[in-house]
């Protein structure tokens, strides 16, 4: 049960990452943004 409602979190986060950037450029720039974000967490 558990696994299936990770595995449903997991479909309906990613459709939303997707839907929210809609070319390339802007998902580069949501990565890039994510990146940074992992670097101030780290340090």
């Known amino acids: 049960m558990k696994k ?8 309906l986060l990613l459709g939303m990452a997707l839907s ?4 390339v450029k802007g998902a580069g720039e949501d990565i890039q943004a994510g990146g940074h974000a992992i ?5």
Not at 5 to 11: D, E, F, K, T
Not at 20 to 23: D, E, H, K, S
Request: contains cysteine; aromatic residues 6%; positive net charge.
């Open 4 to 11: 299936a409602l990770y595995s449903l979190m997991a479909v």
């Open 20 to 23: 929210g950037c809609n070319t």
């Open 39 to 43: 670097s101030k967490a780290a340090s």
